[in-house]
């Protein structure tokens, strides 16, 4: 068996460099297990762009166990399509790095941080600005954004936190009663680092999308974080979905979900400024 085994991991690895392969790549940062890479996807010849375009950062789910930065290529690509320059982050893992969330926060605050520093390489506008995630990448995305300024210290006062968040089957709940306590150093962190826990007053504008059959990111987390962020006066719009389960988004499991909750996330940016409002058809 485990030669079999062997043998699969190479394909997937020639599956992500090809899903990978319109994306230019980037070493945002180096870390004692290695360096982590930016895929950055730029909008294609024949978009009308701007010269600071919007950007969107995308982390990943696996709750910081398995290496799944493709996961958010076909979003990626839809936002590039639409005049916004759009990046899938790698960060830490225990299976390829042996790190916890800590370390996967750690990195996604850097990205955002190298990624507004460069912002003229990359021609985008470091103040619209929006993060992405999923499951334990949602959870990243909130922990640049939840802590204030004093929390998130940078040693030359670039800011992690985005201008709006869009975050799918988010992780919310990091207390013992979670069940992912035991991922963190200790139960003091996980209940630090818990989202529920952090919420605040101006705060920038979330859209949470989430399937009612979730059973491993209870909707009802989702409905509460929702409610606690409206008691505080921030804009929070929570969309759920019926009959769908915990990876109901993702393109390669249902492309009705993806193309409704990407559609949603299009809408959300547009009506904040942070993405160009789409061309209309042409009248026939």
């Not at 790190?99 to 021609?123: F, H």
């Not at 985008?124 to 802590?147: E, K, N, V």
């Amino acid at each position: 068996m485990s030669s079999i085994l062997q043998k699969v991991a190479p394909i997937g690895e020639a599956r992500d460099r090809e899903m990978l392969k319109d994306a230019s790549s980037h070493n945002y940062r180096t870390t004692p297990q290695g360096e982590l890479t930016a895929y950055v996807f730029s909008p294609p010849e024949g978009v009308d762009t701007p010269r600071s375009r919007p950007v969107i950062i995308f982390f990943h789910g696996g709750f910081w166990e398995s290496p799944m930065v493709t996961q958010f290529v076909p979003h990626c690509l839809h936002f590039a399509s639409r005049g916004a320059v759009a990046i899938a982050a790698e960060t830490r893992t225990s299976s390829k790095h042996g790190t916890g969330p800590v370390e996967a926060m750690e990195d996604a605050r850097e990205v955002v941080r190298w990624v507004r520093r460069n912002a003229s390489l990359l021609s985008i506008d470091p103040d619209r600005l929006t993060i992405g995630g999923a499951a334990g990448g949602a959870w990243q995305a909130l922990l640049c954004t939840l802590p204030k300024d004093k929390e998130m210290p940078s040693e030359d006062g670039v800011s992690c936190r985005p201008q709006a968040l869009a975050l799918f089957s988010s992780l919310l709940n990091t207390t013992p009663k979670s069940g992912l306590a035991a991922k963190f150093p200790d139960v003091r962190t996980a209940k630090r680092l818990s989202p529920t826990a952090l919420v605040r007053r101006k705060l920038p504008p979330m859209i949470l999308f989430h399937g009612k059959n979730d059973r491993i990111t209870p909707v009802d987390e989702a409905r509460k974080f929702a409610r606690r962020l409206h008691w505080r006066g921030n804009k929070c719009e929570l969309v759920d979905y019926e009959r769908a389960e915990h990876s109901f988004f993702n393109f390669n499991v249902s492309s009705m979900h993806f193309e409704l909750t990407i559609g949603a996330m299009d809408r959300f940016l547009t009506e904040r400024g942070l993405l160009q409002p789409a061309a209309e058809s042409p009248v026939e």
